[in-house]
T-cell receptor, first 111, second 114 residues
């Protein structure tokens, strides 16, 4: 079983739609969680950290459910520029900052 | 831009050859991590360097090796290249003691092995 699992998509949505991505992780002792965004043929960039209390940044909301080992990302009012791959990332407990990435979920926002 | 640079941008090699990829970390960052990203996959951790020492390694064979220099720049060396080594190689810099998990990625080196 992969340490971080995501639905690869693609998710095809029209502009203005709300879309949600989910991710599960296998290491119950993991403590830090993130969403990174990766544009086609570009490097990953940190989108937001994910906290147990949930956090929001503009149109983006991230949630963490430790009991279910489940992380989500909600994007409201989708824009064409949101088209990208969204990577679910867990900071592995190895004594140093090793990031474990999911395969990514591809989002395509159409006019 | 993150301030992390990598060279070269693209590289084509043949099986059995050796390759060296380079990374300059963001100013103020003392830790460099290397990742391999195959097509359609998420980045996979290769290893991490802190204070010129390897302080963590992923599930990669010994023919993947690295160095970190006093200015915190880094090299990734791959010997005896195999076709499956074709991938995007990403370098990420961070500050040990900074925000956990916040790593800043360079643009990557796209390696093709023929």
């Amino acid at each position: 079983r992969k340490e971080v699992e995501q639905d690869p998509g693609p998710f095809n949505v029209p502009e203005g739609a709300t879309v949600a991505f989910n991710c599960t992780y296998s290491n119950s002792a993991s403590q830090s969680f993130f969403w990174y965004r990766q544009d086609c043929r570009k490097e990953p960039k940190l989108l937001m950290s994910v906290y147990s209390s949930g956090n929001e940044d503009g149109r983006f909301t991230a949630q963490l459910n430790r009991a279910s080992q489940y992380i989500s990302l909600l994007i409201r009012d989708s824009k064409l520029s949101d088209s990208a791959t969204y990577l679910c990332v867990v900071n592995s407990l190895t004594g140093f900052q090793k990031l474990v990435f999911g395969t990514g979920t591809r989002l395509l926002v159409s006019p | 831009e993150t301030g992390v640079t990598q060279s070269p941008t693209h590289l084509i090699k043949t099986r059995g050859q050796q390759v060296t990829l380079r990374c300059s970390s963001q100013s103020g960052h003392n830790t460099v991590s290397w990742y391999q990203q195959a097509l359609g996959q998420g980045p996979q951790f290769i290893f991490q360097y802190y204070r010129e020492e390897e302080n963590g390694r992923g599930n990669f064979p010994p023919r993947f090796s690295g160095l970190q220099f006093p200015n915190y720049s880094s090299e990734l060396n791959v010997n005896a290249l195999e076709l499956d080594d074709s991938a995007l190689y990403l370098c990420a810099s961070s500050f040990s003691g900074g925000t956990v998990g916040e790593q800043f990625f360079g643009p990557g080196t796209r390696l093709t092995v023929l």
